[in-house]
């Protein structure tokens, strides 16, 4: 008896289950049909639609691990879960879709051209920031000086002391003419900002546009939000990272002990593949030509975003650079959730001898998530990977460090930023990766190594659980 609780989380024991009942369903039905002919019709009726369900959602493009749960919901509950994906399943106009035009190099910048259209641009100068604080005190002085336009693209907008800081700023810029759009996420910013900010905003001069408003009635768009976080000053200088513009990412109120972020600007040439992004996302696409790299601008990064339900670029770059990386893969991450191929990349790349760590949040925002980094980093560690966790409190930046190249930008580590957020980053090399590279030696001294004891039962249940609908959630 004691074995038994060990018993109920084997697979192949509810798969003996299963059968079981259909056995005892096919010589129930062959000793009794006569009197239960309608309840074999209604039956049929039931299969029918599980059936028709089940062969849509396998023709369909998806990743593999959503395809599993929604069969897992629709095998398990037949009317309802076959009625809740294909509710969830209705298509969504493409949105956010970038297209430059002009020539493109080969390799990565080939890549993002096919996938989202963006292009290698130049740059003059480039700044890393290890700290909100950093961040926001940079961006707000450049928009203070915006002469023709300030773009600003947030997952969440929060009313607060750095709102009010930003709307300074904005009213700076229109009173030295410039042209002031924002775009804030339906979802993340719901109940942060209220009717009167909204009409002081218009008052202001700026126009508004919410992704995917927040309805009394849910419907399936919701499910994409759009996570990008982005500033874009006349053009010619772009902020992006893993901030929102909002008091605790800068530590206002720390109600997770000290939030970690970090972000970058980036002036010249890439600036302007910024500015169309975020013209794509108010406009629905947008065409531009490939800008013209100036003398004074030396080096080149690689500006991408991706826009579902398009092709994902950023974890196929991803795994490309992991497959490529031969000295280390240095990750911060606020939650660790890994498709099926992003993992056996990771997992082979430590094998190689490749030093891979990745720093996690100690305190987390969500439990339900931290919950899943848990899950992913007891099994990653037995490939070579080493977790570790940010004992300070709350790890949001987001980076990934392969040798000499870093992934900056909006993108989490985990299945929702590859697969149904709209999100936007950015690969630099050369100093930029140094500065990133340092930044996580200093968090690492910081961090601790992640503990696996031995889990309880319904603990190991719970994270099986949270796990298995993770893709979904």
């Known amino acids: 008896m004691r074995k038994f609780p060990d018993i109920l989380l084997k697979l192949n024991f509810w798969i003996l289950i299963l059968i079981a009942a259909q056995v005892a369903a096919i010589i129930f039905l062959c000793l009794y049909i006569p009197s239960v002919l ?12 599980s059936a028709i369900s089940a062969t849509v959602l396998f023709t369909r493009a998806g ?13 398990a509950v037949p009317v309802a879960g076959a009625l ?26 080939l890549a993002a051209g096919a996938c989202c259209g963006t292009a290698e641009a130049g740059y003059h100068s480039a700044k890393y920031f290890k700290s909100g604080n950093e961040f926001f005190n940079s961006a707000i002085e450049t928009v203070k000086s915006a002469k023709t336009s300030v773009f600003v ?15 300074q700023a904005l009213k700076a810029a229109k009173e030295n003419g410039a042209e002031i759009k924002i775009i804030l996420d339906g979802m993340g910013s719901a109940f942060r900002l209220g009717k009167k900010d909204f009409k002081k905003l218009k008052e202001l001069g700026a126009e508004i546009k919410i992704f995917h408003k927040l309805l009394p009635l849910a419907h399936s768009k919701l499910n994409l939000r759009d996570h990008r976080k982005l500033i874009v000053i006349d053009g010619k200088t772009a902020y992006t990272g893993g901030l929102n513009l909002a008091d605790e990412y800068v530590n206002v109120n720390s109600p997770y002990g000290y939030w970690k972020d970090t972000g970058v600007a980036v002036s010249g040439s890439a600036a302007k593949i910024f500015e169309g992004m975020f013209l794509a996302m108010w ?11 100036a003398e004074s601008e030396k080096r080149v990064c690689l500006p991408f975003y991706d826009s579902p339900p398009r092709r994902s670029f950023y974890e196929d770059a991803l795994i490309c650079a992991l497959s ?7 990750i911060f991450t606020p939650y660790f959730c890994l498709s099926d191929k992003t993992a056996a990349a990771l997992a082979f790349t430590a094998r190689r001898g490749v030093d891979v760590k990745v720093i996690i949040p100690h305190v987390p925002d969500k439990k339900y998530a931290f919950e899943v980094s848990k899950a992913f ?25 392969c040798d000499d190249k870093v992934f900056i930008g909006s993108y989490n580590f985990d299945f929702r930023s590859t697969h149904f957020n709209y999100e936007a980053g950015v690969v630099f090399g050369d100093d930029i990766a140094v500065c990133v590279e340092r930044d996580f030696q200093e968090c690492l001294a910081l961090s601790a190594e992640a503990t696996h004891g031995k889990l309880s039962h319904a603990k190991r249940m719970h994270r099986f659980l949270l796990r298995f609908f993770s893709p979904l959630i």
Request: positive net charge; hydrophobic residues 45%; contains cysteine.
């Open 38 to 49: 309608p309840v074999v019709a209604a039956l049929a009726l039931i299969w029918l639609l």
């Open 63 to 75: 990743a593999p691990e959503v395809k599993c749960v929604w069969f897992v919901v629709i095998a």
């Open 283 to 293: 406009h629905g696409s947008h065409e531009m030509p490939a800008p013209d790299r």
């Open 324 to 330: 490529s990386a031969k000295e280390r893969v240095h």
């Open 84 to 109: 809740v994906y294909l509710l969830a399943s209705v298509k969504s106009k493409p949105c956010g879709v970038l297209t430059v035009k002009g020539a493109r190099d080969g390799g990565l910048s």
């Open 153 to 167: 693209e947030f997952y969440i907008i929060g009313r607060g002391h750095v709102y009010n800081t930003f709307f």
């Open 377 to 401: 980093a007891h099994t990653m560690k037995y490939s070579g990977v080493k977790i570790y966790e940010y004992t300070p409190g709350f790890m949001h930046a987001k980076s990934v460090i």
